[in-house]
């Protein structure tokens, strides 16, 4: 199981002083028989873009895993239109089926209507069919190949957010992803026994009210976080940059964990082997 970094950074760029990183979206790729399986989790702006300079068609994306609505998150209506066009202008070999996106309730509620207000020449975007799975009520994984693909919903944006973090069981190991999240139980549990959980950390260091109020977490706590699930590595995205990597590594283990840990930068892979 590997795991490309597409995008560490947050929403906002050209700050002085603090290096520009592309917003959230990490691609996992695993094996079976052979044939590569990938899920892209979270799908912000551009991505398409980070996806081909990582040697990866953007139509080989058949799953997507979106944590939230907010921008820097979710550009899956800017994603849906370019893969139209690739099979449109492209041919045959670009043609995609189907796509799935494994999402909150509140999109794929809201994702017909989004749609229209993005295209309304197409009422019914002809291709490719996009299979909504509602993740926030839901209990049962589900099957992508031989993975299976959870989601807990998470404290974020004062509560009001319908927010995910994922789970997924490969046979080759386990990724987290936390997406956007403060301090609540369903963060522990998910993240347990995981080979590779991808945290984020946009609160800074010593910011105690912001896990517990709008729902970001700290490097310190999300240590603590990964040391109680007993995860083997830790990787960090959504930071500012206002804290260096080395204070971010610090304040971590402050938190009581001990294992492998990486700030994350876009580009970077990791890999559980």
């Known amino acids: 199981m590997r795991v490309i970094i597409l995008g560490s950074g947050t929403c906002a760029s050209g700050i002085p002083g603090i290096p520009d990183r592309q917003p959230p979206a990490f691609l996992v790729e695993w094996d079976e028989d052979g044939l590569p399986q990938r899920v ?11 996806l081909e300079a990582a040697g990866v068609s953007y139509t080989d994306i058949w799953h997507v895993a979106i944590s939230h609505t907010h921008p820097d998150h979710c550009a899956i209506f800017h994603f849906c239109q370019s893969l139209f066009c690739k099979g449109l202008f492209g041919g045959d070999a670009f043609w995609i089926p189907e796509l799935s996106v494994y999402c909150p309730n509140t999109l794929a ?21 996009i299979r909504l799975v509602r993740m926030s009520s839901r209990v049962r994984p589900v099957r992508i190949g031989l993975a299976k693909l959870f989601a807990k919903p998470v404290y974020h944006g004062f509560g009001k957010v319908d927010a995910l973090a994922f789970r997924l069981e490969t046979p080759s190991g386990t990724f ?12 522990y549990t ?9 945290c984020e950390a946009s609160a800074l260091i010593g910011d105690e009210k912001n ?5 970001h977490l700290n ?15 830790l990787v ?3 930071y500012t940059g206002i804290n260096s990597d080395e204070e971010i590594i610090a304040d971590c ?3 009581g964990y001990t294992g492998s840990v990486v700030v994350g930068k876009d580009r970077q892979i990791i890999s559980n082997e």
Not at 109 to 129: G, I, L
Not at 190 to 198: E, M, S, T
Not at 211 to 215: C, K, L, S, V
Request: charge should be positive; glycine fraction near 10%; include cysteine.
């Open 40 to 50: 892209l989790f979270d799908c912000s702006e551009g991505v398409r873009f980070r």
């Open 109 to 129: 509620r809201n994702f017909k209507r989004m749609w229209a207000f993005h295209t309304p020449e197409t009422p019914v975007f002809p291709f490719p069919t």
């Open 176 to 187: 987290v992803y936390s997406g956007d999240t403060g301090e609540c139980q369903s963060i």
């Open 190 to 198: 998910i993240a347990r026994g995981a080979d590779i959980f991808v």
């Open 211 to 215: 896990p517990r109020e709008y729902g």
């Open 219 to 233: 490097p310190r706590l999300a240590g603590d976080i990964a040391r109680e699930a007993g995860v083997k590595q």
């Open 236 to 238: 960090f995205f959504h």
């Open 253 to 255: 283990r402050r938190g």
